[in-house]
């Protein structure tokens, strides 16, 4: 890509570049810093099989992040600019391929630490759910550079692209796509992808950690994969690594499947052990022990040394520190069970967010990102989020209210306020992006604020894209064509379309009042202004032309009084029927001009005639 913009989304630096372009980008609809993956949607197989592996991931991506935060967030995807693209979470860090190459080898406890959040993300993937039945989902590409660590070592895996769901009933799929140095043997030999090729990949990751390089190297891709194919063991970790996790790493590469760990509980359980062993100390060499024999009787008792009056006023001090400590460890988990507890009490309330004050939909948006974001080593002991979904609740219904409430009370949609309306939507989708009916509704609510004058950048036609998307996803909703009829009434000046759009509202359940009658007024006005001021530029000659536009501009100023005198006594309807008047005096005029007949311009002709050397003047009148 070499344009700094791709739709609304501004490119500020390449990450990675491959059949797809990987890309750090600000999303100004949501005004935040997210990743921007993008594929030409070239002709060739190869780049179809990519976009379809990307959409498939996507999706996938999507549901596992619902059920495990660790997991990025998937926003959107679909085509733009005859390209693919997503929109991910942005999770600033390095990856582990990235750490390697600069660390060099990591230590033992570490790299441990690593994989097991790995594992722990795996285990996500490996025992999902789908309408009830088990249904796993294998990454299918493990490896350094697709793991993200954070400044706090904090981990997530990166790209979900080949991710592929095994159907129930069967242990197996196919993919051909993945990194060679990290496909296990089975995959190889035939393409055959299950829970063991996560597994393995992890494995080799591990290997690479603590060694600095991959386990199987070669010349060429094909030597590699014999290498692999061969099951041998890989060459020796260093000697600094521990015995315990260079166990863990054989058994994690073994030939045969049976002799591996089955699943990725059964790893991250064995990475744990390993954490949770005190480290190994060599046994003191080289030295003897005297043991003191014990005093003659005779001589006078030793006294006992200084240091031991010390203990009278230690004892207590410690009973003291450890009772303090005691009274944080339970104080500690209360406190924040109770802080969880008030802050699900306050969102789960019923509220509006559109007619409360602004600080109250603030307030609630941090708490909710305190519940739903937080690192605290608490919140896996006290699981209390049932706010989560109230609040998420409140976003939409806040947001539904308005749009279905607008055909139902008649309300004016100029006067809505739909900044807040719009907040409130860019949260809910924040929190679920798979939601066609609030996408809509912001749609709709980007097309009220250009025509509000809210929005800086927005045009003519920027109103009208949005109000034709907030159609597409909202069929059922008249309110998108009331803001198309608005900008066909004052902006274009179109009465047939604009009436076009007040049917289909009215087909949808709005029922036609005052301010429709209104604007479709407006229109008939100001279509009759412009014909009248076409028949005004048409030549005199062209007299059958004017006339069709006279005739045209007096049928269109009777239909808009009619509709401006059974509104009533409004001041808009009063000046706009003595606007009508003055229009139609001017129209009276010009009939009457026309309708005087054309007397011809008499000319006075010279003509100079000279025969045979005489000349004379004959005048003609």
């Known amino acids: 890509m070499r344009q700094a913009r791709f739709g609304r989304f501004e490119i500020v630096r390449r990450l990675s570049r491959s059949m797809t372009d990987v890309y750090l980008a600000r999303d100004t609809l949501r005004q935040q810093t997210v990743v921007l993956k993008i594929i030409e949607n070239c002709h060739s197989a190869g780049a179809q099989a990519a976009v379809e592996a990307e959409a498939r991931g996507a999706r996938l991506q999507q549901h596992l992040h619902a059920r495990n935060h660790r997991i990025l967030r998937v926003y959107e995807w679909g085509d733009m600019e005859d390209c693919f693209f997503v929109v991910l979470e942005y999770f600033a860090g390095r990856t582990l391929s990235d750490v390697i190459a600069a660390e060099g080898r990591i230590q033992a406890g570490r790299a441990a630490a690593l994989a097991r959040q790995v594992c722990l993300q795996l285990e996500t993937l490996h025992e999902f759910t789908w309408e009830g039945r088990r249904t796993p989902i294998i990454h299918g590409d493990i490896k350094p550079s697709n793991i993200q660590i954070g400044d706090q070592d904090e981990l997530k895996l990166l790209d979900f692209g080949i991710a592929k769901i095994i159907k129930p009933g069967h242990d197996l799929t196919q993919h051909q796509m993945g990194s060679p140095s990290y496909c296990s043997p089975e995959r190889i030999a035939d393409g055959r992808v299950d829970v063991q090729a996560d597994l393995w990949a992890l494995g080799v990751s591990l290997y690479e950690m603590l060694a600095g390089v991959p386990p199987f190297q070669a010349e060429s891709t094909r030597q590699l994969e014999k290498q692999i194919e061969a099951r041998q063991p890989p060459p020796p970790l260093p000697p600094q690594c521990p015995s315990m996790l260079r166990a863990i790493v054989a058994k994690s590469l073994a030939g045969p499947v049976a002799n591996r760990y089955a699943t990725a509980a059964a790893l991250g359980c064995a990475l744990e052990e390993f954490l949770a062993a005190p480290l190994p100390t060599k046994a003191p060499q080289g030295r003897t022990v005297v043991r003191a024999s014990a005093p003659p009787r005779e001589l006078a008792p030793v006294k006992p040394p200084q240091p031991e009056k010390k203990r009278d006023w230690l004892t207590p001090m410690a009973a003291l520190l450890a009772g303090v400590l005691a009274g944080l460890l339970l104080f500690v988990p209360v406190a924040y069970y ?116 809210k929005r800086q950048a927005g045009t003519q036609d920027a109103a009208l894209r949005e109000f034709r998307r907030a159609q597409a996803l909202l069929p059922r909703s008249p309110v998108p064509h009331l803001g198309l009829a608005h900008i066909y009434v004052y902006s274009l000046h179109n009465v047939g379309a604009a009436r076009t759009e007040f049917h289909h509202a009215q087909t949808l359940g709005l029922r036609l009042g005052p301010r429709e009658q209104q604007q479709e007024a407006d229109a008939l006005l100001y279509r009759a202004e412009t014909e009248l001021d076409q028949a005004k530029r048409t030549p005199t000659r062209a007299r059958r032309e004017a006339t069709v536009w006279l005739r045209r501009a007096q049928n269109d100023f009777q239909d808009a009084r009619i509709l401006y005198t059974a509104i009533g006594n409004s001041a808009h309807a009063t000046t706009r029927l003595s606007r009508i008047d003055q229009a139609q005096n001017e129209q009276q005029k010009l009939e009457a001009a026309w309708q005087r007949p054309v007397r011809a311009k008499s000319h006075m002709v010279l003509l100079k005639v000279r025969y045979l050397g005489n000349s004379a003047e004959l005048r003609w009148q």
Not at 340 to 356: F, H, I, S, T
Request: charged residues 20%; hydrophobic residues 40%.
């Open 338 to 453: 109770l802080r969880q507890l008030e802050m699900n009490r306050a969102l789960g309330q019923r509220k509006d967010y559109v007619r409360l004050p602004a600080s109250a939909l603030a307030t609630d948006w941090q708490r909710y990102k305190t519940i739903a974001h937080g690192n605290s080593r608490w919140s896996d002991l006290f699981p209390s989020r049932s706010g989560e979904s109230a609040f998420h609740n409140n976003l939409l219904a806040s947001a539904d209210n308005v749009v279905s409430g607008l055909p139902l009370n008649g309300g004016d949609p100029l006067r809505v306020n739909w900044t807040r309306v719009r907040l409130c939507l860019l949260y809910a989708l924040e929190i679920d992006p798979n939601q066609p009916r609030a996408l809509g509704e912001l749609h709709l609510a980007n097309g009220y604020l250009i025509l509000q004058g």
